[in-house]
Nanobody
Framework: QVQLVESGGGLVQPGGSLRLSCAAS????????MGWFRQAPGKEREFVAA????????YYADSVKGRFTISRDIAKNTVYLQMNSLKADDTAVYYC???????????????????WGKGTLVTVSS
């Protein structure tokens, strides 16, 4: 089992920045990749960004390219999501996910993730 705990959410004004963290514990050696998803009220959960644990390759949704950066600290078993130039449309609960190779080969489908955190709320509002 792998446990994922997100932190760093909060209220920020449009144009501002936040950094989310996801700390993994347990059998983390089984993870091929980790990612961030988000779910706004009344909408489906959507992919935001992902990173392969070994090679550090990164992938982004078109809606966040150039504004968000995903990174990892292997020693700390932690993944980060640096979010800049935030917009009202970025308001959502952000979830951390982890999975094996299938998670990566499906293009980071949420149904292919093996583990999920409980989420952290990001609100972008003036």
């Amino acid at each position: 089992q792998v446990q994922l705990v997100e932190s760093g959410g909060g209220l920020v004004q449009p144009g501002g920045s936040l950094r989310l963290s996801c700390a993994a514990s347990g059998r983390t050696s089984s993870n091929y990749a980790m990612g961030w998803f988000r779910q706004a009220p009344g909408k489906e959960r959507e992919f935001v960004a992902a990173i392969t644990w070994g090679g550090g390759r990164t992938y982004y949704a078109d809606s966040v390219k150039g504004r968000f950066t995903i990174s990892r600290d292997i020693a700390k078993n932690t993944v980060y999501l640096q979010m800049n130039s935030l917009k009202a449309d970025d308001t959502a609960v952000y979830y951390c996910a982890a999975g094996g190779l299938r998670f990566h080969t499906t293009g980071y489908s949420p149904t292919a993730a093996d583990y999920w955190g409980k989420g952290t709320l990001v609100t972008v509002s003036s």
